[in-house]
T-cell receptor, first 115, second 117 residues
């Protein structure tokens, strides 16, 4: 099976702009989680989607939002970008179709730089 | 919320030695504990995981142990090789408020493992 894919891989934006990142999970996986990775804060959970519904949310401001489509592909959006939003954004897919499947497999990430 | 502490932050070993990385967690409701390996510029890769109903799990040179009472778990790598050099992350999975999802992983800060030939 093809792995998790993310587009774009690299992005440069200016403060105040907004950005949309895309994630395609492994075929058959219905859960997508998003994480932010920075040198200072490490890996931090943003949110999880399952069957087009947000099931879990981390401690990020409302400028960070996401959605999931019927084919399980997911997008996350960051509005009014700040310098501190510069990070590697990773999505992870899981075969979870109940609470008994926990494994998460990561995509290559989108490197976002805000100037 | 859940908090995961990981030690040490850096670990340097000679090829063939063993390496041990330890993590503690705070939420007694956590029941899934994966370990990820991340090489420079690459995605985190799931290398082994353990669920709370098991005390130990082994996969070739890698093993993980879990002590639920003390709320800590450890990664053990035996016969280390230079290609084991990477950043290793532990994580704990906690549920949402409704208890219907364990999709939130809380990560430790990572351990930079260097294996010298």
């Amino acid at each position: 099976k093809a792995g998790v894919t993310q587009t774009p891989r690299y992005l440069i934006k200016t403060r105040g702009q907004q950005v949309t990142l895309s994630c395609s999970p492994i075929s058959g996986h219905r859960s997508v989680s998003w994480y932010q990775q920075t040198p200072g804060q490490g890996l931090q959970f943003l949110f999880e989607y399952f069957s087009e519904t947000q099931r879990n949310k981390g401690n990020f401001p409302g400028r960070f939002s996401g959605r999931q489509f019927s084919n399980s592909r997911s997008e996350m959006n960051v509005s009014t970008l700040e310098l501190g939003d510069s990070a590697l954004y990773l999505c992870a897919s899981s075969p979870r179709d109940s609470t008994s499947s926990y494994e998460q497999y990561f995509g290559p990430g989108t490197r976002l730089t805000v100037t | 919320g859940e908090n995961v502490e990981q030690h040490p932050s850096t670990l340097s070993v000679q090829e063939g030695d063993s390496a041990v990385i330890k993590c503690t967690y705070s939420d007694s409701a956590s029941n899934y504990f994966p370990w990820y390996k991340q090489e420079l510029g690459k995605r985190p890769q799931l290398i082994i995981d353990i669920r709370s109903n098991v005390g130990e799990k082994k996969d070739q040179r890698i093993a993980v142990t879990l002590n639920k009472t003390a709320k800590h778990f450890s990664l053990h790598i035996t016969e280390t090789q230079p290609e084991d050099s990477a950043v290793y992350f532990c994580a704990a999975s906690s549920s949402n408020a409704g208890g219907t999802s364990y999709g939130k992983l809380t990560f430790g800060q990572g351990t930079i493992l260097t294996v010298h030939p």
